[in-house]
């Protein structure tokens, strides 16, 4: 992972590690976002999912797609200062299993935006194979002091 990747995607979304889950912003438009995560054997989610047979969870994946759109909200929402929330999750569909090693292409396109709710739809792939989509909606909140 590049710094200038790491330091742009840190001034973006308020995650960090262990949970941040982008590695790099591969491209960008107003709608679109491409993003990229490598997993490594020693994620924490990885320890106990499975000992003998490790998998990326398919939540994590979900996340994944989750802060791809909030990088991608943090980009075109004009507000300072607010945080992208999920507040919908719908269709979830896992089509290949992410192993330690893998490195996942994240796309997320914002698909509608009806007041300060923001209607995405993510897609990861490996190696140019589907392993995950979603719908998910996220709202913007301004985090209280």
Do not use: W
């Amino acid at each position: 992972m590049s710094s200038a990747s790491l330091e742009k995607i840190h001034a973006l979304i308020p995650h960090r590690k262990p949970m941040l889950l982008v590695d790099e912003i591969v491209d960008q438009t107003e709608k679109t976002i491409h993003c990229r995560k490598t997993f490594s054997s020693d994620e924490f989610f990885l320890q106990g999912h499975f000992p003998n047979y490790p998998l990326v969870p398919g939540v994590i994946l979900c996340e994944c797609c989750l802060q791809s759109g909030a990088i991608l909200l943090a980009s075109v929402t004009p507000a300072e200062g607010v945080v992208p929330v999920a507040t919908r999750l719908d269709g979830a569909k896992f089509k290949r299993m992410v192993r330690p090693g893998d490195t996942i292409d994240i796309e997320v396109t914002l698909n509608e935006v009806v007041s300060t709710a923001y209607f995405m739809t993510g897609r990861v792939t490996v190696g140019g194979q589907l392993a995950a989509r979603l719908d998910f909606a996220c709202s913007v909140a301004k985090p209280e002091a």
